[in-house]
């Protein structure tokens, strides 16, 4: 069975850095792409940033230059580098990933969420 989890998260002031972790764990033959996404109350669920297995990455708009993404094939982990927050990024992260395992076919796995704040 995959599962994904996060760590990370809290409380940060404006301007503050946040690093946020997701590791896959699990019989995983390959893992393609793993991102993160997020979800502010009353919005929809949103990309932030995403590498694939070869190392390419896109980030949201509003992201790019402050967020940097991270990942180890290896150790099958993704971590998103968050500086300059705003308020605006409060929200629910997810950790999303392309994985196919075991026995299985590819399938888009979620983390349960990880919740922090950006106070003005």
């Known amino acids: 069975q995959v599962q994904l989890v996060e760590s990370g998260g809290g409380l940060v002031e404006a301007g503050g850095s946040l690093r946020l972790s997701c590791v896959a764990s699990?019989?995983?033959?390959?893992?393609?792409?793993m991102g993160w996404y997020r979800q502010a109350p009353g919005k929809q669920r949103e990309l932030v940033a995403r590498g694939t297995h070869a190392g390419d990455t896109n980030y949201a708009d509003s992201v790019k230059g402050r967020f940097t993404i991270t990942r180890d094939n290896v150790k099958n982990t993704v971590s998103l580098q968050m500086n300059s927050l705003r308020p605006e990024d409060t929200a629910v992260y997810y950790c999303?990933?392309?994985?196919?395992?075991?026995?299985?076919?590819?399938?888009?796995?979620w983390g349960q969420g990880t919740q922090f704040t950006v106070s003005s």
């Open positions: 999303q990933a392309n994985i196919r395992p075991v026995g299985g076919a590819w399938h888009t796995y």
């Open positions: 699990g019989t995983i033959i390959s893992i393609h792409s």
